[in-house]
C-alpha cells in the first residue's frame, strides 16, 4: 500500500499486550498495574537499532515502564509528561535502580528542547489525545527535537475504532477526526481522542521516512493501534 507521498509500507494486524492513556488520577493511584509498569517488547527490540549512548525522549513516560530500560541501555532518558506523580516515580525509579533519569514536566505540543537534540523520541499511546490542532503542533515539535537522521517510535488510534466507540458509547465528533464519549466516568475516552486512516497518518508525518507501519491489536478485543517508526529527513 502506498500513502499520499508515495512512501510505501507494509500493514499487519497482530495482537499484543498494550496500555492505555496516562492520567494524573491513575498515576495519584499508588496501586497501578503492572500493564502500565512493564515495558512493550515492541520498544524493548528497538535498542539493538537505536543502540548506546544515544539521548533519548520518552514523550508522554508515566511512570517510566520505558524510560528505565533505556537507561539501562546507557542512553541519556529525558522523561516526559504531564503528570507530576508519575514524574516522581520515574524519579524514585531510576534511583531505585542506579540510573539517572531526567524529568521534565510539560505539554506534549510546547516541548522545551533545543531543536536537533534527541536522536529518538518514544511515544507510547500519548499524542492522539488531543485534537487535530494540538496533534500538528505536537508532530511538529517531535520534528523541531530531533536530530536529522533521528527516529519517532509512536502509536495512533486508526478510523476503524470509530464504529466500535459508537456502538458502545453515546459518543460525537466534537472536531475532526476527534471523538468524546459523552459520559462523567472516569474513562480516558471522555477526553479528546483522535482517529486517523493510513493516509491521512502518513501525511501527518509527512515530513519523515517510513521505516515502517502496522495496526496492531491491545490488550482487549478490537483495541486496535496504529504502530510505526519513522525518521526524521
Given at each position: 500500500v502506498a500513502a499520499p507521498n508515495e512512501v510505501p509500507f507494509i500493514i499487519i494486524l497482530q495482537p499484543i499486550n498494550g496500555s492505555l492513556f496516562s492520567s494524573k488520577t491513575l498515576w495519584d493511584n499508588k496501586n497501578v498495574s503492572e500493564k502500565w509498569t512493564e515495558a512493550e517488547p515492541e520498544v524493548l527490540a528497538t535498542f539493538e537499532k537505536i543502540g548506546k549512548s544515544k539521548k533519548i525522549l520518552d514523550l508522554g513516560a508515566g511512570v517510566g515502564r520505558h524510560s528505565l530500560p533505556f537507561a539501562q541501555n546507557d542512553c541519556e532518558v529525558t522523561a516526559f509528561d504531564a503528570a507530576e506523580s508519575g514524574l516522581a516515580s520515574i524519579e524514585q525509579l531510576g534511583k531505585k535502580n542506579g540510573v539517572f533519569i531526567k524529568t521534565v514536566l510539560g505539554k506534549m505540543d510546547q516541548l522545551p528542547f533545543a531543536n536537533d537534540y534527541f536522536e529518538h523520541v518514544l511515544s507510547w499511546n500519548t499524542i492522539y489525545h488531543g485534537n487535530h490542532d494540538i496533534l500538528i503542533h505536537t508532530v511538529n515539535e517531535i520534528k523541531r527535537v530531533l536530530k536529522p537522521g533521528g527516529t519517532?517510535?509512536?502509536?495512533?488510534?486508526?478510523?476503524?475504532?470509530?464504529?466500535?466507540?459508537?456502538?458502545?458509547?453515546?459518543?460525537?465528533?466534537?472536531?475532526?477526526?476527534?471523538?468524546?464519549?459523552?459520559?462523567?466516568?472516569?474513562?480516558?475516552?471522555?477526553?479528546?481522542?483522535?482517529?486517523c486512516s493510513a493516509n491521512e497518518l502518513t501525511?501527518?508525518?509527512?515530513?519523515?521516512?517510513?521505516?515502517?507501519?502496522?495496526?496492531?491489536?491491545?490488550?482487549?478485543?478490537?483495541?486496535?493501534?496504529?504502530?510505526?517508526?519513522?525518521?526524521?529527513l
Open positions: 519517532f517510535h509512536g502509536t495512533m488510534l486508526p478510523q476503524r475504532r470509530i464504529e466500535l466507540l459508537k456502538n458502545e458509547y453515546d459518543c460525537k465528533e466534537i472536531s475532526k477526526n476527534t471523538w468524546i464519549i459523552n459520559s462523567d466516568s472516569e474513562s480516558d475516552k471522555a477526553h479528546p481522542h483522535y482517529y501525511a501527518i508525518f509527512k515530513d519523515f521516512e517510513f521505516n515502517w507501519l502496522t495496526m496492531k491489536e491491545h490488550d482487549t478485543p478490537n483495541s486496535w493501534h496504529w504502530h510505526f517508526m519513522i525518521e526524521k
